[in-house]
């Protein structure tokens, strides 16, 4: 960051008044990210916004490779991840776990967050003023970790992105710009465990994901 910070003052030095940065030059190291993750996890663990404090046992920040360039996102944590404090880790995270495997990956190669970082009491769906309390966590955490592709598991994750309702058995596989990355929309894996005809084109959704986030 330092010697950033040296190069950006040459530049001005020389007249430059306007630097265009590539989303794809990294410029935080991952010293930095981790300690911007760490902060954050502090302040989300005593975060009070709004009613899903009350009833967590602890909120779950997400987790994974902090240079990512592809992130899950899913709605909010369940049981499990309520009690563990880590995403995706019951019955719906095994199912993306063992999908990401397939496709010749670890999830340790991602990163994993969710759009509420409490779980809502019997696992109801957030509501839209909860995810809109939560929503600047994660937005800062896509600034810190910088993915191309954000791919969004479930309605309710692209709701929260799109700001509006979304049909996912119509609107999954779509591409969408968002403050230039890549929102790829794809089934909840609990939605697939409902529907197990689903499988296959959730398999297919996170290898194109994939594949995206590298080209
Ligand atoms: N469902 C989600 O949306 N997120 C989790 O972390 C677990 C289940």
Not at 26 to 55: G, P
Not at 72 to 80: C, L, Q, R, T
Not at 138 to 149: A, D, G, H, R, Y
Request: charged share 30%; net charge neutral; proline share 5%.
């Amino acid at each position: 960051m330092d010697q950033l910070k040296r190069h950006i003052k040459i530049l001005m030095d020389l007249g430059f008044e306007e630097i265009f940065l590539d989303k794809e030059i990294e410029i935080m190291d991952i010293k930095e990210k981790e300690k911007l993750i760490v902060e954050m996890n502090r302040e989300i663990q005593s975060c009070t916004k709004c009613d899903l404090y009350e009833s967590r046992t602890q909120a779950v920040i997400g987790e994974g490779n902090l240079n990512a360039k592809l992130m899950f996102v899913g709605e909010a944590p369940g049981g499990d991840e309520d009690k563990q404090g880590r995403p995706f880790v019951g019955r719906a995270g095994k199912l993306l776990t063992k999908l990401i495997e397939a496709a010749g990956y670890r999830r340790e190669d991602f990163y994993i967050a969710n759009i509420c970082k409490c779980r809502p009491p019997g696992n109801r769906t957030p509501t839209p003023w909860e995810m809109e309390q939560c929503f600047p966590y994660l937005q800062k955490q896509i600034e810190i970790i910088n993915p191309k592709v954000l791919c969004l598991l479930g309605a309710t994750a692209a709701r929260a992105f799109l700001n509006r309702n979304v049909a996912i058995t119509k609107e999954r596989g779509s591409l969408i710009n968002w403050e230039g990355r890549i929102l790829y929309l794809t089934y909840h894996p609990a939605y697939v465990l409902r529907n197990p005809n689903a499988e296959i084109t959730l398999f297919e959704d996170i290898k194109k994901a994939i594949e995206l986030s590298q080209h």
